[in-house]
């Protein structure tokens, strides 16, 4: 295992140091389980704690790397997407990683971070959407758009992001031919603009797409406003301007929710 990415990919120094000290106990063991996880068995790591699945990730992002290099995308796109392993890891107090079923996207060349957005090839089999409102059917292939959490969600950046997702999988995937952009998120959810100004960033972001239908489940907003659900509105943390506006709005009656969207590629 090459110590030299654990570097580059840019998780504490508390941590690096636990996840290098483990590869030297357990080199075999660590190279072993990144093969599997590589080729698609990410149950190898369901029974394993969290600091071997970090170890075994950056294992196999090394693969990752070389198949980056085979496609001829360029270095900066892999450390900008593997950069989710370091907001994963402060997720979940820089114990390791405990999502890795999400960073197998990433480890297996389906999503890539281009600019603010991260983008996914999706091929829609999802049977709890209802496609009478949607522009395309069931198992048509898309892009599906991901918003990571981090940076300000920045008009511009988005669309230059997703401006340059277009051109991106024309040059690296043309046989992934897709005609939409699709997103499912609590950021599109059509009543945002009860709490929300019109001149927010989300509300702006929104703007970016056809909201084909919303959907009055809370749970990804919350988390995503608040951290966590409470079982009283009235015990909401209130520390910025957009929990302030989204806990009046709940404790008023109104609920969060997500919407269905779609920019045409």
Same mark, same amino acid.
Not at 11 to 19: A, F, N, Q, W, Y
């Given at each position: ?43 190898? @790591?369901? &029974? $394993? ?6 170890? =075994?990730?950056?294992?196999?992002? %090394? *693969? ?69 409102? @949607?522009? &395309? $059917? ?6 599906? =758009?991901?918003?990571?959490?981090? %940076? *300000? ?113």
């Amino acid at each position: 295992m090459q110590f030299e990415l654990i570097d580059k990919i840019d998780i504490s120094d508390e941590l690096k140091l636990k996840v290098t000290d483990l590869v030297r106990e357990n080199e075999v063991g660590i190279l072993r389980l990144s093969k599997k996880f590589y080729c698609r068995k990410p149950n190898c @790591l369901k &029974f $394993k704690d969290d600091l071997t699945r970090l170890a =075994v990730v950056l294992a196999a992002a %090394e *693969k990752t790397l070389i198949k980056y290099k085979e496609l001829g995308i360029e270095e900066k796109i892999f450390f900008d997407t593997m950069d989710d392993i370091r907001i994963w890891c402060e997720n979940n107090s820089d114990k390791g990683l405990s999502n890795y079923r999400w960073i197998k996207n990433h480890i297996y060349c389906e999503l890539f971070n281009i600019g603010r957005l991260q983008f996914q090839l999706y091929k829609c089999k999802n049977k709890t959407l209802n496609y009478k409102k @949607l522009p &395309f $059917k069931y198992g048509e292939k898309l892009i599906y =758009v991901h918003i990571p959490q981090g %940076e *300000k969600l920045n008009f511009d950046d988005c669309v230059e992001s997703i401006n340059e997702a277009g051109c991106f999988f024309a040059k690296y995937f043309p046989k992934h031919k897709f005609n939409y952009f699709f997103c499912e998120s609590w950021l599109l959810y059509e009543n945002n603009k009860y709490f929300m100004s019109s001149e927010s960033n989300i509300i702006k972001f929104q703007s970016l797409f056809d909201i084909a239908y919303s959907l009055n489940l809370d749970s990804q907003g919350i988390e995503r406003i608040f951290g966590k659900k409470e079982k009283d509105a009235h015990c909401y943390k209130q520390e910025t301007s957009l929990q302030k506006a989204a806990k009046e709005y709940m404790l008023n009656g109104g609920k969060l929710g997500i919407g269905i969207g779609c920019i045409k590629a």
